[in-house]
């Protein structure tokens, strides 16, 4: 399983879990299994071209990730954040 | 008169919801709702009186729409919000924030239409709850030319929208920041420019087919062959089948110019519509001109103006009023209500004669709709 950790402007999705825990063999598909229990929540993080959103950070075991197709593996831990902008 | 007015206020730190009683005096808040997300537009439905739809993203997340069919007390997001198409071309678009949500013609009550930045057009047919990519004009093989990826405002280029004309559920027109107003006679299957003598200065040919930067448009509701549109370069008029834009604001003051965001056509009175200009000189401030803050009223289609500022500050104000927070109710006399970007609703229920602050410190407004309650 792959451990998710929910940034504070998500948890309104999670009913306010920080982690969660999925399944998936990449990015990509571990963010579809959290949107399969918590519908609409990887669009505001991954756009419809398969990007990450610019003000949105992914951390896969601590290294910032650019891309969604890359692997994970069981025990792995994915970081969702909101990048420090706005005002 | 009806039992009170709504007032949906979406500013840039969420939305709230003000009621009037039914002399418009006595106003209640409710809100914020969302609060800390960027509300570009909220309206209510004509067709039903309840349900409310919100184009809402925030700093950090993507765009989604939120819908409440229960006069705002309890929301629900789209399942599927607009999106375009997955596509592996460079120039691959994705949807930044929705600008306008638009209700259906009244023959199709569950129809809405939205417009994105970048410029998209999408379609619900589900009161709301999914919506779908629009490819007569989305994919139009002319889309790249319309809305080139370099285009745009500060906030990234609009389609920023949507009007149907009453009469014909097919025959629309959309506004847009990069390409002007476009019209379709075949429910948005196919979209030709409708610019013509609509002024683009920032172009060398200062009158292009497209390339127009059309703020806002009101087709008049029982006379949907006026028009009237409040472009980035000036005032305009539009009587179809003519295809030919007057440029009416030459007849405002020289001094106040007629630039500005949006424009308000009085629902019973086609010849009767009102403007908020803002300073578009020089290095185009975007203030109320001068700092005297003050709405424009013509009751002749634009041949004459006046100037209505009385209950306005007179000096060392310098709000202005965006695209979408100019409204009128449909009372009698007609109110008017404008939402600032200082925070402030302001409201005349003497049809501009008279304006009274009846909100103040909300964050920046980007839009303000008035309903029956």
């Not at chain 2, 700092?291 to 013509?298: E, L, M, Q, S, W």
């Not at chain 2, 103006?305 to 310098?318: S, T, Y």
């Not at chain 2, 304006?355 to 709709?369: F, G, K, V």
Request: glycine share 10%; aromatic share 10%; net charge negative.
């Amino acid at each position: 399983m792959i451990s998710v950790v929910i940034p504070s402007q998500l948890r309104s999705y999670t009913g306010g879990a920080v982690r969660v825990e999925v399944a998936g063999a990449t990015i990509d598909a571990a963010l579809d299994a959290l949107d399969a229990r918590f519908p609409g929540i990887k669009f505001r993080v991954i756009d419809e071209q398969g990007a990450i959103r610019p003000h949105m950070r992914i951390f896969a075991n601590g290294a910032m990730a650019r891309r969604i197709d890359l692997p994970l593996k069981d025990g792995d831990e994915l970081f969702i954040a909101g990048a420090l902008s706005g005002g | 008169m009806a039992n009170g007015i709504r007032l949906l206020v979406g500013t840039r730190k969420g939305a709230w919801i003000f009621r009037g009683d039914a002399a418009r005096k006595s106003w209640d808040v409710q809100g914020p709702i969302m609060l800390g997300h960027i509300i570009n537009h909220v309206v209510c439905d004509p067709r039903d009186g309840k349900t409310l739809m919100m184009a809402a993203k925030t700093g950090h997340l993507g765009p989604t729409i939120f819908r409440s069919t229960d006069h705002g007390a309890t929301w629900k997001e789209a399942e599927k919000p607009p999106a375009f198409l997955k596509s592996d071309a460079p120039n691959a678009r994705a949807v930044s924030h929705t600008f306008w949500v638009e209700p259906g013609h009244a023959s199709e009550p569950d129809v809405w239409w939205a417009g994105t930045s970048p410029p998209g057009l999408f379609r619900s047919a589900d009161g709301g709850v999914t919506w779908e990519n629009v490819a007569g004009f989305n994919e139009h093989p002319r889309y790249w030319d319309w809305c080139p990826p370099d285009g745009g405002t500060p906030d990234g280029a609009l389609l920023n929208q949507i009007q149907i004309d009453p009469r014909d559920k097919s025959h629309m027109y959309i506004a847009t920041s990069t390409g002007g107003v476009f019209e379709s006679t075949d429910y948005a299957a196919n979209w030709a420019p409708l610019n013509k003598n609509v002024a683009a200065t920032f172009f060398p040919d200062p009158y292009p087919e497209y390339g127009q930067d059309a703020h806002y448009i009101a087709v008049h509701p029982q006379m949907p062959d006026r028009i009237y549109q409040q472009n980035h370069c000036g005032i305009y008029r539009l009587d179809r089948p003519g295809d030919r834009w007057e440029r009416i604001g030459d007849n405002m003051p020289k001094a106040i110019g007629d630039i500005g965001f949006t424009i308000v056509a009085h629902p019973r009175d086609a010849d009767t519509a009102w403007v908020f200009p803002m300073d578009g000189t020089e290095v185009w401030p975007r203030t109320s001109p001068g700092g005297k803050p003050a709405v424009y009223r013509t009751r002749d289609a634009g041949a004459t103006w006046e100037r209505q500022d009385k209950g306005f500050p007179q000096e060392q104000a310098w709000f202005t009023v965006k695209r979408q927070a100019f409204c009128a109710d449909a009372e009698t006399p007609l109110g008017l209500y404008l939402g600032a970007t200082n925070g402030q609703v302001w409201m005349s229920d003497d049809e501009g004669a008279h304006w009274r602050r009846i909100a103040e410190h909300l964050p920046e407004i980007y839009s303000l709709a008035a309903a029956p309650a």
